[in-house]
């Protein structure tokens, strides 16, 4: 998995047989899948880090969306908060 998000192809994650993700007891696989629906094809991801100091690694990555391009889920603006009920 370090490889597909190091390599910014998230879309290979569905090529991962269900029964390796068990018996590996990856538990970022759904995460990382639900990452590749929210993101589509409009993002693009950089890993920043990974490290495996014990017996599990953690990894740190960063998407942001790619510039003049439509995205399958776009960035919200932030609205002010509400301080009275209206």
Do not use: C, H
């Amino acid at each position: 998995m370090v490889e597909l998000v190091g390599g910014d192809r998230l879309a290979g994650l569905v090529d991962i047989p269900v029964a390796l993700v068990e018996e590996a007891k990856a538990d970022s696989w759904w995460q990382m899948l639900m990452l590749l629906g929210a993101t589509g094809e409009g993002w693009r991801g950089r890993l920043i880090s990974y490290e495996a100091p014990t017996y599990f690694g953690m990894l740190t990555a960063a998407y942001e969306p790619l510039a003049n391009r439509r995205t399958s889920s776009r960035p919200r603006k932030r609205t002010r908060p509400r301080t009275r009920a209206r």
